[in-house]
């Protein structure tokens, strides 16, 4: 019996160690999971309450470092920049001031200029980054991009510096007209001869003058909010008419051609000054003896599952105007809708153009909800074509039984151009 209670005892002292190691175990499992690990430092757990949610409507880059270095928290806009790769900052400068703010916690501001990615460009993007302390151990990082903003202060300088230049030449040369009328006050024909110089330059300057109106008009003012139907074959009678003098000093034919009675839905007096502005250019531009084509015709605009009869819906108008004239070089083809840009300066301002007539046509068919496109070759022309959406209101009801073929119709007026 003394053995058989000593079994006993031991087995029952064995179970009793074996429940502890059993508890002492479970335990320290729940403390080893318990414990943050690298992975669990970076989720949004760690984060202050309420800072995920600030961080989540910046319109700003945003990105929470620990301690480590490592990426607790980064918005979508972060790694869209490339600022975030393999969980870590990518921006050693942006991480050297991180770390700085970490160490002493002064607030630090910065912009840089960054490579882009996947372009192979050597394209810059300007970011303006800002670093402050979240707590006793994390660091905020703010990124603003300033690439559009910068782009857009360039453009303004460039138009400043391009209306002064422009401005400066007429306004000297009628300076130093006024100065030769003065001095050959005794020798009438000199002073006819510097009046009608005069008079160029003051033409030049009125012209420069509206075109900066007009074109500040376009680009600030709403033209569908005095919107109407605007009949086609009008506007182009009307750009006709306007060119009419200088194509005839140069026996230049100008005709229109393509579908009739077509209506457009726009400003009208914005729309007759943009096919003014292209049908100019096109007699400016052409030799003497050579002929200038306007054609307009019906398409259907992409996506629009056809064409509308009673609304117009879905339908585009385009207008087409080609010339023979000395046409444009592929290296210039994308910036000729630029403000003052001109292929050839020199010829410009021999026929008294201010660059700024293609940029009115852009922005006027931009506010439209349209487009212009050029093809060109040298030596054999161009044609720009405006694309506008169409005034179902000014339809013809009839053309319901030909609209299909409508669709089709060449762009280019057969009696004019060859």
């Known amino acids: ?66 301690e480590s270095d490592s990426v607790v928290k980064a918005s979508s806009a972060a790694y869209a920049l490339g600022l975030v790769r393999g969980g870590k900052l990518a921006v050693e400068p942006m ?3 991180a770390r700085d ?17 996947g372009t192979g460009r050597g394209e810059a993007l300007a970011v303006s980054a800002r670093v402050a302390p979240l707590g006793s151990r994390l660091v905020l990082l703010l990124v603003e991009d300033l690439t559009e903003a910068r782009r857009i202060e360039a453009v303004r300088r460039d138009f400043v510096a391009n209306v002064s230049h422009e401005l400066k030449t007429p306004v000297g040369a009628l300076s130093l007209l006024s100065e030769a009328v003065m ?29 900066l109106i007009d074109l500040s008009r376009v680009q600030n003012d709403d033209p569908l909010e005095d919107a109407e139907p605007v009949r086609v074959d009008e506007l182009v009678a009307e750009a006709i008419d306007r060119s009419r003098q200088p194509a005839s ?7 229109a051609g393509g579908t009739p009675d077509l209506h457009v839905w726009g400003h009208r007096g914005q729309l007759a000054a943009a096919l003014g502005n292209l049908v100019e250019n096109a007699v400016n531009y052409s030799p003497a003896h050579t002929r200038v084509g306007i054609a307009a015709r019906r398409v259907t605009a992409p996506g629009g599952g056809g064409t509308s009869q009673a609304e117009g ?15 444009i070089p592929d290296k210039d083809k994308e910036r000729i809708f630029e403000r003052f840009y001109r292929v050839d300066p020199a010829r410009s301002r021999a026929t008294g153009g201010t660059g700024l007539g293609l940029a009115i046509v852009k922005h006027v068919a931009a506010s439209h909800g349209g487009e212009v496109t050029v093809w060109s070759t040298e030596g054999q022309g161009s044609t720009f074509t405006l694309r506008l959406p169409e005034a179902g209101a000014g339809r013809d009801r009839s053309s319901r039984s030909h609209h299909d073929h409508t669709t089709t119709e060449p762009l280019t007026a057969p009696e004019v151009l060859p």
């Open 249 to 255: 000093t140069k026996q230049i034919t100008m005709a």
């Open 313 to 327: 819906r879905g339908g585009l108008i385009e207008i087409a105007v080609t010339d023979q004239g000395i046409g």
């Open 95 to 97: 991480l050297q001031m």
């Open 1 to 66: 019996m003394d053995v058989n209670a000593a079994v006993a005892a031991v087995a029952a002292i064995a179970g009793a160690c074996t429940g502890v190691i059993a508890m002492l175990a479970f335990r320290w499992s729940e403390r080893d999971q318990a414990r943050p690990t690298r992975t669990s430092l970076h989720t949004d757990a760690v984060l202050p309450p309420g800072v995920d949610t600030v961080l989540s409507v910046l319109r700003s880059s945003a990105v929470v470092l620990d």
């Open 183 to 211: 001095d050959a006050s005794d020798d009438p024909e000199a002073v006819m001869r510097f009046a009608g110089r005069m008079q160029i330059e003051a033409t030049r300057l009125t012209n420069l003058v509206q075109e």
């Open 101 to 117: 703010t970490r160490r002493d916690g002064e607030i630090r501001q910065v912009e840089l200029d960054l490579p882009r990615r």
